[in-house]
């Protein structure tokens, strides 16, 4: 009974803001949450009414708020946020929607070393007193935190509990909210997963993390991924355990559909891959403006 009122609950909390409501946030939520705006899958929004838009999703005692590219969690009360997954190319967003918020931002964390874009953490650094750059240890990359299963990362009175799902790549891992969302980078996509054909991956080594790790949560929480191909925001655990096309077969049926892939080699790896090895650092290049 307690369960389905719960249920209940929070789907009635689920509603849609404009942007002169963010004033508000303070007496409407404990936590807010930015993510990339992209269309839900309930709805289709074209780029242009995306640009203007912010959804709100409560969830429990947090909220989430949709933006572009990356996720910004932060304590309404004391202001502490971390930035997760920071973009390059959007950092001057990032930190327009920071200084308006007055967060003070303690982490920038990487979900793994991406191979598709450079991070903003080495950017971040330099532009924010005081933030720690952190990915998993068993990546290889720089960062002043790096943290493995089942480390925690506070900020206010809320936690991100580090979950290990490798097969991606070896240091990819899965950021926790308990009792709201998990972040699950290229871990789990929507109806998809990341490629296991480089970067160390091993697609049975992500077949079991993801399972063990991912699809062991209450169904009702909620996978924001790091990447979406098809206009959409957010999917749930228990949709992903059975709707998901690749994650949905068997052991045996998905090492061998990963296997028979044939993707090309991602465009931006060479630039990208050396320079999140060293915190989105690139030796001889312009800071983002």
Same mark, same amino acid.
């Given at each position: 009974?307690?369960?389905?009122?719960?249920?209940?609950?929070?789907?009635? #909390?689920?509603?849609?803001?404009?942007?002169?409501?963010?004033?508000?946030?303070?007496? #409407?939520?404990?936590?807010?949450?930015?993510?990339?705006?992209?269309?839900?899958?309930?709805? #289709? @929004?074209?780029?242009?009414?995306?640009? /203007?838009?912010?959804?709100?999703?409560?969830?429990?005692?947090?909220?989430? @708020?949709?933006?572009?590219?990356?996720?910004?969690?932060?304590?309404?009360?004391?202001?502490?946020?971390?930035?997760?997954?920071?973009?390059?190319?959007?950092?001057?967003?990032? @930190? *327009?929607?920071?200084?308006?918020?007055?967060?003070?931002?303690?982490?920038?964390?990487?979900?793994? #070393? /991406?191979?598709?874009?450079?991070?903003?953490?080495?950017?971040?650094?330099?532009?924010?007193?005081?933030?720690?750059?952190?990915?998993?240890?068993?990546?290889?990359?720089?960062?002043?935190?790096?943290?493995?299963?089942?480390?925690?990362?506070?900020?206010?009175?809320?936690?991100?509990?580090?979950?290990?799902?490798?097969?991606?790549?070896?240091?990819?891992?899965?950021? @926790?909210?308990?009792?709201?969302?998990?972040?699950?980078?290229?871990?789990?996509?929507?109806?998809?997963?990341?490629?296991?054909?480089?970067?160390?991956? $091993?697609?049975?080594?992500?077949?079991?993390?993801?399972?063990?790790?991912?699809?062991?949560?209450?169904?009702?929480?909620?996978?924001?991924?790091?990447?979406?191909?098809?206009?959409?925001?957010?999917?749930?655990?228990?949709?992903? =355990?059975?709707?998901?096309?690749?994650?949905? =077969?068997?052991?045996?049926?998905?090492?061998?559909?990963?296997?028979?892939?044939?993707?090309?080699?991602?465009?931006?790896?060479?630039?990208?891959?050396?320079? $999140?090895?060293?915190?989105?650092?690139?030796?001889?290049?312009?800071? *983002?403006?």
């Amino acid at each position: 009974m307690r369960a389905a009122v719960l249920r209940r609950s929070l789907r009635s #909390c689920y509603f849609s803001v404009c942007a002169l409501l963010l004033r508000r946030f303070v007496e #409407c939520a404990h936590a807010l949450c930015f993510a990339p705006v992209r269309s839900s899958a309930g709805s #289709c @929004l074209t780029p242009a009414a995306a640009a /203007h838009t912010v959804r709100r999703v409560s969830c429990g005692a947090h909220a989430l @708020l949709t933006l572009l590219a990356g996720y910004l969690l932060a304590d309404a009360f004391s202001k502490e946020g971390v930035l997760i997954d920071p973009v390059l190319e959007m950092l001057d967003r990032d @930190l *327009a929607v920071i200084k308006d918020l007055d967060i003070q931002l303690l982490y920038g964390v990487n979900t793994h #070393c /991406h191979a598709d874009h450079v991070t903003g953490t080495g950017e971040l650094k330099k532009r924010v007193q005081g933030l720690k750059s952190a990915i998993a240890a068993a990546s290889g990359a720089d960062a002043d935190v790096k943290f493995a299963h089942g480390d925690v990362l506070m900020f206010g009175k809320f936690r991100l509990e580090v979950r290990a799902t490798p097969g991606h790549t070896n240091g990819c891992c899965s950021l @926790l909210l308990p009792g709201c969302a998990v972040f699950t980078g290229d871990a789990v996509l929507i109806r998809g997963c990341g490629r296991t054909d480089f970067q160390q991956g $091993n697609s049975g080594q992500l077949y079991d993390n993801v399972h063990a790790q991912v699809f062991s949560l209450p169904e009702e929480t909620r996978i924001y991924p790091g990447h979406d191909y098809k206009g959409y925001t957010m999917s749930t655990v228990g949709e992903e =355990k059975k709707l998901n096309p690749r994650l949905t =077969k068997s052991k045996e049926d998905f090492i061998a559909f990963m296997g028979g892939l044939n993707l090309p080699y991602p465009k931006r790896i060479d630039v990208a891959l050396p320079a $999140n090895l060293k915190c989105g650092v690139q030796d001889d290049a312009p800071a *983002a403006a």
